[in-house]
């Protein structure tokens, strides 16, 4: 046993003070056997600097192998049980879940009072992490917290100066000039026509600090931005604000009106961001990742969160540019490859925002994009601490000192909750990628390609975009999904959405609903996971897989699959056809017009559900959107008000003649 081997010895103080006689023994490395040297800097001293926060329900072990799994550099036992200060450090942390930190360089060592089944004496085992670390994420973990990172441009917002808008309407009218279908030349001319509008806005706010919209005057406000110490004065600056249309217009420079800047917010921004402060409970811990200069990031960010209720004034430049811990975060981004290979399996992936290219993109789901971030958030979420709660915490507390590090259980990393975005599953038949719509899209181009980890910026920031061959008025063919894949419907292949669109759209139908979605792991005998999904504790879809995602995302799958046929057998009920049925060929929307009748559907009562179906022609490669609007019977089995988009059965799709009911 280990406690029965000869140890080094090593004299243990907390600062100056001496506490006592201790025995270290060196774990040994996986890879060979071999005992690893002791970790302390000052030879066999073992050195105290401080003690970690106390926490009320995280053991320091269960945090240490949150940040750094299998981290167990040494175990250190007292030499006597009469050892009484080291005794008093001992009881101190083993009663407050505290551990007593040394501070190596960027390196923090961490001594964990463990239990023991055959020592009387005080023992501990040493753990390393990376200084700082476990405060924030104690922190984190106590209050039930992640770590969401944000990447600005084209993610959230898209901005523009005069000079950048003078760019894309050069660009874009040299296109049409060579361009000769007349299908691409109107839709690159609606295009062209947007940015032009939205510079003369630009034009009017630079020179009157006012602009007219729709024959109604907007005269800017002047907002003052809290300052940050030791980094940016206090300002005021002019700013209009039109949250109709999702548009802001500020000055970065007060002083300069060359710096104005015309910015568009993502829609369902306040969606997420309400979801993130929701009832005053902090969900996530957030944080900006951006190529742009420090004013423009601080500015924009100011724009998205008015209130500082996301990141206050003070924690500012700590959450911009930062890095987090990576296994308890995830990043919303719209491109994967600016991230480093191991970071990748974090990010969550979202379509370009492009409201100039493919300003319907947006409405074109049924789940707005940002709504599907915060759902996957949600499930990430809860996924992390339902692991961290009924495996880790629970493990931790049944180890003792005589445990070998191989014991310890695994830990939980957002990444197993998130489903790889594979942004090459499908081929992209794009003849031209448009035109980068950002005031940085240049800058940053520039600046990735300095740093070598683009590997192809114009493939990379637009992959989740829109083909150019649509009009202003026109869906294109190449369709884009919540998930940032391409529908290509011209190539007669399987179509796979990513089954993160399953799961987040499964949890968008509970939190409708107001129901739970849960997944339970079945016991089985087979190699595979067997899950099952749970609606209100009713069991709705079981899945299969070699990992926990797969099985996951195949129990969504096939419970969006049951409720699909659900909801065709309470159509098929309703007898009655209702002269007030809706039928939208969506013009507002976006979508060609067509003519099309539907049968056996009933109004008769109070509930309103918007199911989308979607007719989809492979052989003719046509895409074709109706919206039907039905009220439901109030003793239906289940209450069916939310959108019904983006779930495709994919056998359909061998059929031309039949009409697929997609699900989300």
């Keep these: 046993m280990t406690s029965r081997r000869a140890g080094i010895s090593c004299k243990v103080y907390h600062g100056d003070v001496f506490l006592g006689d201790a025995e270290a023994f060196p774990t040994t490395n996986t890879s060979g056997g071999n005992a690893q040297p002791l970790p302390f800097l000052s030879g066999n001293e073992i050195r105290i600097d401080h003690l970690s926060p106390p ?59 463990m239990p023991s089944k055959v020592e009387k004496v005080s023992c501990f085992w040493c753990c390393s992490v990376q200084a700082g670390l476990y405060a924030s994420c104690l922190g984190m973990l106590n209050l039930r917290c992640l770590a969401i990172v944000f990447d600005l441009d084209e993610t959230l917002i898209v901005a523009n100066t005069m000079r950048s808008f003078d760019d894309r309407i050069e660009a874009l009218s040299r296109k049409i000039d060579g361009e000769k279908d007349p299908i691409r030349i109107s839709g690159m001319s609606a295009e062209l026509k947007r940015y032009v ?68 917010l993502r829609p369902a921004w306040e969606d997420l961001r309400s979801y993130l402060t ?33 990141i206050s004034s003070k924690q500012l430049m700590d ?44 409405m074109a789901n049924a789940v707005p994009v940002l709504c599907v971030a915060r759902n996957v958030a949600c499930n990430v979420r809860g996924g992390f601490f339902k692991e961290f709660d009924e495996n880790l915490l629970q493990k931790v507390f049944e180890l003792n ?54 590997v192809d910026e114009q ?59 849960e997944f339970k792991f079945t016991n089985g005998n087979t190699k595979e996971l067997p899950h099952s999904v749970l609606f209100s504790s009713e069991r709705i879809g079981m899945g299969m897989g070699r990992t926990l995602k797969d099985a996951q995302s195949q129990a969504a799958e096939n419970a969006l699959r049951n409720l699909a046929i659900l909801r065709h057998a309470l159509m098929s009920m309703l007898a009655t056809v209702s002269k007030d049925m809706c039928i939208y060929w969506g013009e507002e929307a976006g979508f060609s017009s067509s003519s099309r009748t539907i049968d056996n559907y009933v ?4 509930l309103v559900a918007e199911i989308v179906l979607e007719s989809i022609s492979v052989a003719r490669g046509l895409y074709k959107q109706v919206t039907v609007l039905v009220r439901l019977s109030q003793d239906a089995p289940l209450v069916v008000s939310m959108q019904v988009s983006c779930y495709l059965v994919q056998k359909c799709l061998d059929d031309d003649d039949m009409v697929p009911v997609l699900i989300a």
């Excluded at 924009?300 to 996301?310: C, E, G, T, V, Y």
């Excluded at 109004?603 to 109070?606: A, D, E, F, K, P």
């Design 55 to 113: 926490s009320e329900r995280c053991p320091p072990l269960s945090v240490l192998q949150s940040i750094n799994p299998f981290a167990v550099r040494c175990k250190v036992q007292a030499k006597s049980v009469a050892e009484h200060p080291l005794r008093r450090l001992y009881l101190s942390c083993f009663n407050e879940f505290r551990s007593a930190v040394m501070v190596t360089g960027n390196e923090e060592l961490h001594l964990v009072a």
């Design 197 to 264: 509008e939205d510079k003369d806005f630009l034009k009017q706010y630079i020179e009157m600090d006012t602009v007219t919209d729709n024959g109604r005057s907007i005269t800017a406000q002047n907002e003052e931005v809290p300052p940050i110490p030791g980094v940016q004065e206090r300002i005021t600056r002019p700013v209009i604000r039109m949250k109709e249309r999702n548009i802001v217009l500020t000055r970065i420079n007060p002083e300069n009106h060359d710096t104005s800047v015309f910015v568009r």
């Design 278 to 310: 929701a009832k005053g409970r902090r969900r996530f811990e957030v944080f900006v990742c951006t190529m742009a200069e420090r004013d423009y990031a601080l500015e924009i960010w100011r724009l998205l969160d008015p209130d500082s209720h996301l």
């Design 319 to 362: 959450r911009i540019d930062n890095v987090c811990h990576p296994r308890m975060a995830m990043v919303i981004d719209d491109r994967l490859q600016v991230w480093d290979d191991k970071d990748q399996p974090h990010v969550h992936v979202v379509p370009a925002y492009t409201p100039y290219y493919a300003p319907q993109a947006e």
């Design 401 to 454: 000192y005589e445990n070998e590090i191989v014991e310890l259980p695994g830990a939980p990393d957002v990444s197993y909750y998130l489903i790889a975005e594979d942004c090459n599953n499908l081929q992209n038949n794009n003849r031209e990628a448009p035109i980068v719509e950002g005031t940085i899209g240049s800058e940053t181009e520039h600046r990735f390609n300095q740093l070598a980890y683009l």
């Design 459 to 517: 493939q990379a920031k637009h992959q989740a975009q829109l083909n150019h061959s649509s009009t202003d008025d026109e869906m294109p063919v190449n369709i884009t999904s919540a998930n940032n894949k391409k529908l290509n419907v011209e190539v007669r292949q399987p179509i796979s959405l990513a089954s993160s669109v399953f799961v987040s759209v499964l949890q968008e139908i509970g939190r409708r609903c107001d129901s739970k979605i």
């Design 603 to 606: 109004l008769r009562s109070v």
